[in-house]
């Protein structure tokens, strides 16, 4: 594998070049802060989430058709995204009576 040593550019003074240079590196930094990487999805199993909540597998699929968890199927497999499950639960909020 050759390295290159030397870099020839004609009909272009060193300032030009180099005020390039910079203009391209800005340009570079800018479109890396505007792409993301895209989160990383975990899957779980319905065993897992019910030993995670202490529930039966029933109640967990009597919560799925309630819509209150959301499953997602893969020919027979059911899984669950470990992000929804962990903000399925709804802090309760009781009225206070006088």
């Known amino acids: 594998m050759a390295v290159l040593r030397q870099l020839q550019i004609e009909q272009m003074d060193a300032q030009t070049f180099n005020d390039r240079l910079d203009r391209f590196e ?27 909540f202490g529930v ?6 009597s919560w ?8 997602y199927r893969l020919g027979n497999l059911v899984r669950y995204r470990e992000d929804e499950i962990d903000t399925a639960p709804v802090r309760i909020q009781y009225k206070k009576t006088k």
Do not use: C, D, N
């Not at 799925?64 to 499953?71: D, L, N, R, S, T």
């Open 64 to 71: 799925e058709k309630a819509g209150i968890i959301q499953g």
């Open 26 to 52: 800005k340009l570079i930094i800018s479109m890396g802060e505007r792409i993301s990487p895209s989160p990383i999805v975990t899957y779980i199993t319905r065993e897992q989430v019910a030993k995670k």
């Open 56 to 61: 039966s597998l029933v109640t967990l699929w």
